[in-house]
């Protein structure tokens, strides 16, 4: 008798373990975000299951898995990115009225499918010796079209998906017709072809190919900290960082956030998870090790990122307009001559 409950209650009690999980897609590249996956199991006991990958790759596995997937919640990159889940039909609506409340309104899905976790932003990073105070003065993304950047400007290639996002919400605010204008100067002004990533462009500014890069915010942090190596601190330390549109729109805001799955079957354990990012102190930790903004206004940025400033205007367009306008951007940009 005895002998033939056991497997039952073996059963029983590896079910109940199995319950107290949750199933994470994730495409950020953050080692520090392991220490935050166990931090949750030890504060709540629910055990995070981890799948990480190229966010297309994970996309793609969401598709063939279907309904049988195991993801709970897709934790990604830009908001463009989140909006293409949300476009297939992934997502349903967060139902965590904690986070709802915590996260801004501009910074969610039209519907709440995803929110923002942490923010960055997408800056000028101008060497200080070749761009005179004045120039800066009020320069916005707009004015990098005017004949006096010629020659003077680097980004990173149109297939990239801020550039992609950084453009759509040009869209959003100018229409069509007059972003073209302005992409088709702004890449007659580029000092050489796009190329590499976005601190390939911090480091052409240092290097003195460029007086000005377009890159994210973060990068100027990851460079300083010394995590890339000693060439990328000094080449850190040649450059600053400017936040562009601030007696207008504001500086291009975008996110890393994440949503819950259709499917999903942990919905309390997926809700929970959400409020223990956007607590103080995991924002606080996440912060410091990611270099990006807080969605908490209270909390400070990593001092690398803040010595830059903390007092900017941020673009408060809803960040789903990138989204919305993506396909738009990248035949908008290919029409201009943006590689
Ligand atoms: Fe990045």
């Given at each position: 008798m005895f002998k033939s409950l056991f497997p039952v209650i073996f059963m029983l009690v590896s079910s109940l373990s199995f319950a107290n999980e949750v199933n994470i897609y994730t495409s950020r590249h953050y080692d520090s975000d392991d220490q935050l996956y166990e931090d949750f199991r030890k504060e709540t006991g629910i055990k995070i299951n981890v799948i990480s990958g190229n966010g297309n790759a994970l996309l793609e596995r969401l598709k063939s898995e279907g309904?049988?997937?195991?993801?709970?919640i897709f934790f990604t990159v830009d908001a463009g990115n989140l909006w293409k889940i949300q476009k297939e039909g992934y997502f349903q609506s967060i139902s965590s009225s904690k986070a709802l409340s915590i996260v801004?309104?501009?910074?969610?899905?039209?519907?709440?499918e995803w929110i923002a976790i942490a923010k960055r932003a997408r800056v000028i990073f101008y060497n200080p010796k070749t761009v005179a105070n004045e120039e800066l003065?009020?320069?916005?993304?707009?004015?990098?079209?005017?004949?006096?950047w010629n020659d003077r400007v680097v980004i990173r290639s149109s297939n990239n998906i801020y550039n992609q996002s950084l453009v759509a919400s040009l869209i959003s605010a100018h229409g069509i017709k007059k972003t073209e204008e302005w992409a088709k100067g702004f890449v007659s002004n580029l000092a050489r072809k796009p190329q590499g990533n976005d601190r390939s462009q911090i480091m052409a500014v240092a290097n003195g190919i460029a007086d000005l890069a377009i890159a994210n915010s973060y990068y100027y942090g990851y460079m300083l900290s010394g995590k890339a190596g000693n060439n990328q601190v000094e080449a850190a330390n040649k450059v600053k960082m400017f936040f562009p549109n601030q007696s207008n729109r504001g500086v291009h805001i975008n996110i890393s956030g994440l949503g819950v799955l259709k499917?999903?079957?942990n919905i309390d354990n997926a809700n929970r998870f959400i409020e223990f990012l956007l607590s103080r102190e995991m924002q606080s930790s996440m912060v410091n090790n990611s270099f990006e903004y807080p969605v908490l206004a209270d909390v400070s940025p990593h001092p690398h990122i803040a010595s830059s400033g903390l007092d900017f205007v941020e673009d408060?367009?809803?960040?789903s307009e990138y989204g919305k306008f993506n396909s738009e951007a990248i035949k908008l940009m290919d029409r201009a001559g943006w590689k």
């Open positions: 309904k049988n997937s195991p993801a709970d801004p309104i501009n910074l969610r899905g039209p519907n709440n003065a009020d320069l916005s993304y707009e004015d990098l079209a005017n004949k006096e499917n999903a079957t408060k367009m809803q960040v």
